[in-house]
């Protein structure tokens, strides 16, 4: 109680104080500072909230991810920024907190993104975690999911990005296909050859920018994409070989 007290104290006093008592606590990294640390994160001044937030990421200890996902939906957003960043140094320990905010909502929808958006951040230990995530039975949790997969840049997202391109929810399908865009790994290219002959418009539209911006790697799914069953796909595929032919023969590098 008396440590904790100093430290609001010294937090209270002024934005320099505040800042170098953080710092501080931060780089000793001592384990006795985390309680009262925790404590702090509750205290009624956003100003004490925060630096109680960013000298917990600096100690990096596992036992404030409890309490700082609880942070990520504070009303001060400088606040909730810093929770997300405390809980992203922390890493793979807050994996399976996060993936229960995303899954469970937390207080209200911004608990969810901004978990998904620590767990993009925390890349390859999330990336089991997310994929099973991708599978949840609320469309909602599983958008999060392909989202935070999609921002995490890992070439392991592809595999459930592709798998989401089955999804029975549109929505789903066409954060899907954008998601593959981005990424750019030639691996999904035969899944968004398939996709182009999708039931929904916004599914189609959104393979077709993910492939016109693929990369050299798609040529061969590309060709093998003009024997498609479905001569809708075939026809696509003929176009987008066409576009991507011309766009090469005007590249001064051609």
Known sequence: PGLRKAMVSAFRENNFVAESA???????????AVPPLMGALADGSRHVRKKAADALGMIRDPRAAASLVALLGDADAETARSAQSALANIGQPAVPLLISAVAGGGKNPVDRTAAAAVLASIGAPALDPLTDLARHHDADVRMHALRALRDSGLAGAAEPLSAALRDVDPRIRREAAAGLGRLGNALAAPFLIDALGDSDEG????????????????????????????????????????????????????
């Open 22 to 32: 953080a710092e501080a606590l931060g780089k000793l990294g001592d384990g006795r």
């Open 203 to 254: 599914v189609r539209a959104k393979a077709r920018e993910a492939l016109e911006t693929s990369g050299p790697a798609a040529s061969e799914p590309l060709l093998d994409g003009l024997e498609h069953d479905d001569p809708a796909v075939r026809a696509a595929v003929a176009a987008l070989r066409e576009q991507r032919g011309a766009l090469r023969a005007a590249s001064p590098l051609a």
